[in-house]
């Protein structure tokens, strides 16, 4: 069986070897965080964030002013980035303590199924 000999030197291999690690580690920084968004980044970002929420439903929110918005112009809406955190926490906050009255209720009509 033949085998293939190559031979380099050792400036050419290293030469060679910094090319390939600079290809292969080259890191892109993430983007910065922008702090105003619009409605459509408003909405991935609070679904990414966990609450789940739809265009529609948005627009509803600002409407009754139940969401924390900005108006640029007369029909652009913004949203501070820092106000949606925290409406957001404040929501599944809310949502669990919901959760909880629920179970509570649930746990004392069938105390009552028991009695009677």
Do not use: C
């Not at 293939?4 to 920084?29: A, T, Y």
């Not at 265009?55 to 108006?71: D, G």
């Amino acid at each position: 069986m033949a085998e293939n000999v190559i031979l380099v030197n050792e400036q050419d291999l290293e030469n060679l070897f910094l090319k390939w690690q600079k290809s292969k580690v080259e890191v892109k920084p993430d983007p910065p965080l922008k702090s105003k968004l619009n409605i459509d980044e408003a909405l991935s970002y609070m679904n990414e964030k966990g609450y789940s929420i739809s265009k529609s439903t948005i627009y509803k929110r600002t409407m009754e002013k139940t969401i924390p918005f900005h108006r640029f112009g007369k029909r652009k809406i913004i949203f501070d980035i820092d106000e949606l955190d925290q409406w957001i926490s404040d929501q599944l906050s809310g949502n669990r303590e919901r959760i909880n009255e629920v179970t509570k209720h649930v746990a004392e009509v069938a105390r009552k199924k028991e009695r009677a």
